[in-house]
């Protein structure tokens, strides 16, 4: 699976929106774009994915370049619940793992 | 719906022992995959199981085993512990194998080998 870099910490403030951004320059076009974040002592937490186009759940938004080397994961209105490490995966169409970096600490300023 | 489920939620072994550690899958979800999380570092992935087959293996020795079950419940087996074994265990089910698909984990099982 290919690589991605983020940045290592960010801050943000309660009720403010946030863009958490990914690089991923050697993506392939069978790479889907994975978030997870995970919350001190728990398991990560699934939290959107997409392959071209942008998405949208419940929980955030993420934002595709066209030319798919970069994506951003947007946290609408920021609580001090969406404090939390945020990974950027690249997953293969059949890969059967998820393969975890740094990720970014997203801090919650209330 | 229930969500994934282990067990136990800690336990402390020592070294030269053997563990099991139990997942249960949310429900409709045929695989299942095992995680080593380190303090301090992201999970690694140990294998991947798919209908009661391992589908596929990460970078850990054959002393790590598993098993899946006909309910799509999963069993993580470690031999011969080593201190260096102490970590938290996430497992993770799914829809399907393949990529596109988003992997549910579970809280994880702590283990501490002394």
């Known amino acids: 699976d290919a690589k991605t870099t983020q940045p290592n910490s960010m801050e943000s403030n309660e009720e403010e929106p946030v863009h958490l951004p990914c690089n991923h320059s050697?993506?392939?076009?069978?790479?889907?774009i994975h978030w997870y974040r995970q919350l001190p002592s728990q398991g990560p937490e699934y939290v959107i994915h997409?392959?071209?186009s942008n998405v949208n759940n419940r929980m955030a938004s993420l934002a595709i370049a066209e030319d798919r080397k970069s994506s951003t994961l947007i946290l609408h209105r920021a609580t001090l619940r969406d404090a939390a490490v945020y990974y950027c995966?690249?997953?293969?169409?059949?890969?059967?793992?998820?393969?975890f970096g740094k990720g970014t600490k997203l801090s919650v300023i209330p | 719906e229930t969500g994934v489920t282990q067990s136990p939620t800690h336990l402390i072994k020592t070294r030269g022992q053997q563990v099991t550690l139990r997942c249960s899958s949310q429900?409709?979800?045929?695989?299942v995959s095992w995680y080593q999380q380190a303090l301090g570092q992201g999970p690694q992935f140990i294998f991947q199981?798919?209908?009661?087959?391992?589908?596929g293996r990460g970078n850990f020795p054959p002393r790590f085993s598993g098993l899946q079950f006909p309910n799509y419940s999963s069993e993580l087996n470690v031999n011969a512990l080593e201190l260096d074994d102490s970590a938290l265990y996430l497992c993770?089910?799914?829809?399907?194998?393949?990529?596109?698909?988003?992997?549910?984990f579970g809280p994880g099982t702590r283990l501490t080998v002394t």
């Open positions: 199981y798919y209908r009661e087959e391992e589908n």
């Open positions: 995966i690249l997953r293969g169409a059949g890969s059967y793992q998820l393969t």
């Open positions: 997409g392959l071209t």
């Open positions: 050697t993506i392939s076009g069978t790479d889907y």
């Open positions: 429900s409709g979800h045929n695989t």
């Open positions: 993770a089910s799914s829809l399907a194998p393949s990529g596109g698909y988003e992997q549910y």
